[in-house]
C-alpha cells in the first residue's frame, strides 16, 4: 500500500471542484485510459485574465484524483501569468508531498494545465512535440528532457516515476539513460564541479567496482580498467564478455552509460587487446 | 470499523484452532526435533503427525512431503531442481499468467540460457492446451502449470496436462497454492511429479509451505546444509509452523464441502448483485471454471487504487489488477494475457472469500461497492452514462 500524506487521502476522500465547468473557456485534457491515468482541467479566465473557476475531472488513482483536486483549488483567483508559474513540484508540495513512485500525476496536473493555457490563448492544442521514446506509454523526447531538467532526475527509475517512461516492455531504458547524459552535459558548465584526473580514475574504478563488474560477473565476464587517457576509458573484457558478440553493445549501452551517469558524461569507453 | 476481509487469495487468518495447536511450541516445547533427548523427540513426532495431516489432504503419502519456507520457495525447488536433475535440457514450459514466484524466476532463468515457452490464455482465462501439446520437446526439462490462478480463480487442467508430460517423460510441476484446501486433490491418481502449498493461503501462518515431490523423483535440493526432511531442505524445521500447518490441513479437508457450498454461494451472490446494481462490468475469467471463493469484477472507466481505498473506508478489504496497485505501470499480467481491454484492467477488483465470510459482510459489500464506483464515475472523462450502451460493446 502506498503512503499517502493525510492531504492526499483528505483530497482524494473529499475532491474539490471535480466535475465540469460548462462555460470553460481554457480545457486541457492530457493522458489516455490506456495509459492507466486521465485528467481534463476546466478553467473559466474572466477579460481581466483571471481564473474564477476551475474544475476537473479524471480517470486515476487516489494520488491522480488528490493532485487534479489541489491543481484546481490552487488555480482558483490566480492570473494566467501566476498560474503558468504553477510546476509539478508546487502540486505535490500542495499536498505534502507525493510517493516518488506517484510523482507523474503531479506531472500529469502541470501538462493538463499548460494544454489549458494554450487553449485559452487560442493555440492549436499542442501538436505532439518531439519524438516518441517510450512507445507502451507514448512519451517523447521532450517530455522526457523536460522532466529531467524540472526536477533534476539523474537515473531511468526516476523518469519512469516522473513521466512514466520506460515503466512498460522496457526497451527504451537506453534511449532514456542517454537523454539524462545529454541533458546533464547541457546543464554541466554551471553544475559540474571539475574533477581532477586522480579524482576522475578512482570515480571510474569506483563505478567499475560496485555498478558494472557485479552485473557482468553474473552472466559469466567481466572487465579490467587498463588506463585512462582525458576522457577515453580503456578496458579489456574477460570471461563471456571477451567471446561474446554482444560485448561491444554491452561497452557502450551499459559500460560507457553507466559511467557516463555516475562519473562524466563526456567519457567514451574503448576496448583495447590486452 | 469493523473489517469485512474478502483478500483471502493475498493471505488468510490463522485459524484459532491452528494458533492452538501452535502455541506449545512457540513457548515451553521448544526443542530441536534433530536431539537425541525426549525433549526434542517429542516435536519430531509432532512434525511427523503434521507431515501425515498434509500427505492426507494431498493423497500423498508422508515420504513425499517437504516442508519448506513458502510457496515462492518450493516453485523455486521444483524447478531449478528439475533443471539440475536433467543437465543436457534447457526447455522450460510454463503460462503466462503464473505467479511472480514462478514467472519472474523463468525470466531470471533466460538469463543464463534456458529457453522459456509460455503458454497463452484465452480471454476466458483457459489454458490452450494445443499450444501446451505443441511446446513438449525432448529438450524440456519441466513444465510447471499453476493450478488455480491467483487473480481470477480459474482452474487449468493439470492433471491432463500432467499426463501429457509424462508420457514425454517431462517433470511435470504445479504451483497449487491457491487450489490447496479449496478443491479436492487426490495425487496418488495423478501424473504430477512436484506440487507447492504455502501455509498462510490455508489458515496456517506465514512462513511455511510444503513441496510435494513424488516417490521416485530425481530431485536436487535448493537449500543445502542439513540431513533435515530427508537432506532435501537443510535447516532447522519452523517447528510451530509446520505443526500449524498440519492442523490447518486436517481443517481444510473437514471444510472443503462447505469451501464449495457456503462459500461458493456467498461468492455467487456477490458477483450477481454487484454486476447487476453496476453497468459496465464484467467478471473476468468467469466463463471458465474457478475456485469456488473468488471472483475478480472489473467496473469499466474508474481505477483500481480508487475503487480499494473508497472500499478500505468502509473496512472491506480486497486487492485490484490496475496498475497502480501491481507495482509497476501496466495493469496485471494475467488481465493483460487475458485480453481484457484497459478500460476494464485498470478498474479491476478481485474479492476472494474464506469459510469466515457472513452473510452479513457479503451484503455490506454489495451495499457499498455500487455507491463508490458511482462516485468515481462521476468524475471520470470517460463515463458518459447516456452513451454507455455503445462503449461497453469494446
Known amino acids: ?274 | 470499523m469493523k473489517t469485512i476481509y474478502m483478500d483471502n487469495n493475498a493471505t488468510t487468518r490463522i485459524a484459532p484452532e491452528v494458533l492452538e495447536t501452535m502455541l506449545p511450541y512457540l513457548k515451553d516445547l521448544y526443542g530441536n526435533p534433530s536431539s537425541a533427548y525426549s525433549f526434542g523427540g517429542q516435536v519430531g513426532r509432532e512434525i511427523r503427525n503434521a507431515r501425515e495431516q498434509v500427505a492426507a489432504l494431498l493423497g500423498a503419502s508422508v515420504e513425499e512431503i517437504v516442508f519448506t519456507s513458502c510457496g515462492s520457495e518450493s516453485d523455486n525447488t521444483a524447478i531449478l531442481s528439475a533443471l539440475q536433475t536433467a543437465k543436457d535440457k534447457t526447455h522450460i514450459v510454463t503460462t503466462r499468467v503464473e505467479h511472480p514466484a514462478v514467472k519472474v524466476l523463468c525470466n531470471e532463468l533466460t538469463k543464463r540460457g534456458c529457453r522459456i515457452t509460455e503458454i497463452p490464455v484465452d480471454r476466458e482465462g483457459r489454458l490452450d492446451m494445443d499450444r501446451y501439446k505443441e511446446s513438449l520437446t525432448p529438450d524440456t526439462a519441466i513444465a510447471s502449470i499453476m493450478w488455480a490462478n491467483n487473480e481470477t480463480g480459474v482452474i487449468f487442467p493439470v492433471e491432463e496436462a500432467a499426463k501429457l508430460a509424462r508420457n514425454r517423460g517431462i517433470l511435470f510441476h504445479t504451483d497449487a497454492v491457491q487450489a490447496v484446501g479449496k478443491i479436492p486433490i487426490d495425487l496418488q491418481e495423478s501424473a504430477i511429479d512436484m506440487l507447492s502449498i504455502s501455509g498462510h493461503k490455508l489458515h496456517a501462518p506465514k512462513g511455511v509451505g510444503v513441496l510435494y515431490v513424488r516417490k521416485g523423483t530425481k530431485f536436487a535440493p535448493f537449500l543445502i546444509g542439513g540431513h533435515q526432511e530427508g537432506g532435501r531442505r537443510g535447516g532447522t524445521e519452523n517447528t510451530a509452523g509446520i505443526i500449524g500447518l498440519g492442523r490447518a490441513c486436517e481443517l481444510a479437508l473437514d471444510r472443503m464441502e462447505e469451501e464449495n457450498t457456503r462459500v461458493k454461494a456467498l461468492r455467487d451472490r456477490l458477483e450477481k448483485e454487484l454486476l447487476s446494481r453496476v453497468t459496465n462490468s464484467r467478471v473476468n475469467g468467469g466463463g471458465a471454471e474457478r475456485l469456488p471463493n473468488t471472483t475478480n469484477i472489473s467496473f469499466e472507466f474508474v481505477e483500481g487504487e480508487a475503487i480499494l481505498l473508497l472500499m478500505d473506508e468502509f473496512g472491506i478489504c480486497a486487492s485490484s489488477g490496475s496498475a497502480c496497485t501491481s507495482g509497476s505501470l501496466q495493469p496485471s499480467h494475467v488481465l493483460r494475457a487475458m485480453g481484457v481491454p484497459f478500460t476494464m484492467a485498470h478498474g479491476s477488483v478481485r474479492l476472494s472469500l474464506s469459510v469466515y465470510n457472513t452473510d452479513e459482510e457479503v451484503e455490506a459489500v454489495i451495499d457499498k461497492v455500487p455507491s463508490i464506483i458511482e462516485k468515481l464515475r462521476a468524475f471520470s472523462p470517460f463515463w458518459k452514462p447516456e452513451a454507455q450502451a455503445c462503449a461497453s460493446g469494446t
Open chain 1, 1 to 274: 500500500m502506498w503512503e499517502y500524506t493525510d492531504k492526499v487521502k483528505e483530497h482524494f476522500l473529499n475532491p474539490r471542484n471535480a466535475g465540469e465547468v460548462k462555460d470553460a473557456n481554457a480545457v486541457g485534457e492530457v493522458g489516455s485510459m490506456a495509459c492507466g491515468d486521465a485528467l481534463k482541467l476546466m478553467l473559466k479566465v474572466d477579460d481581466s485574465g483571471k481564473i474564477e473557476e476551475a474544475k476537473f475531472q479524471t480517470f486515476g488513482c487516489a494520488s491522480a484524483i488528490a493532485s487534479a483536486s489541489a491543481l484546481t483549488e490552487m488555480l482558483k483567483g490566480k492570473s494566467l501569468e501566476e498560474a503558468e508559474n504553477i510546476s509539478n513540484q508546487d502540486i505535490a508540495d500542495y499536498l505534502g508531498g507525493l510517493p516518488k513512485e506517484k510523482m507523474h500525476c503531479s506531472v500529469l496536473g502541470r501538462q493538463a494545465l499548460e494544454s489549458a493555457i494554450s487553449h485559452y490563448k487560442g493555440q492549436a492544442p499542442k501538436e505532439q512535440e518531439g519524438e516518441i521514446v517510450c512507445e507502451c506509454f507514448g512519451v517523447t523526447d521532450k517530455e522526457i528532457e523536460k522532466a529531467i531538467r524540472e526536477n533534476n532526475l539523474a537515473t531511468v527509475e526516476e523518469v519512469t516515476n516522473y513521466t512514466k517512461a520506460g515503466g512498460g516492455c522496457e526497451n527504451c531504458h537506453d534511449a532514456i539513460r542517454e537523454l539524462i547524459a545529454r541533458v546533464r552535459e547541457e546543464e554541466a558548465p554551471a553544475k559540474r564541479p571539475k574533477l581532477s584526473n586522480i579524482q576522475k580514475i578512482k570515480m571510474i574504478e569506483e563505478t567499475l567496482e560496485r555498478e558494472i563488474r557485479p552485473s557482468l560477473q553474473q552472466d559469466g565476464g567481466d572487465i579490467d580498467l587498463v588506463d585512462v587517457i582525458g576522457n577515453r576509458v580503456l578496458v579489456a573484457s574477460r570471461g563471456a564478455c571477451a567471446v561474446c558478440k554482444a560485448s561491444e553493445l554491452t561497452l557502450t549501452n551499459f559500460v560507457q552509460a553507466k559511467l557516463r551517469e555516475m562519473v562524466w558524461p563526456e567519457l567514451t569507453v574503448e576496448e583495447v587487446p590486452q
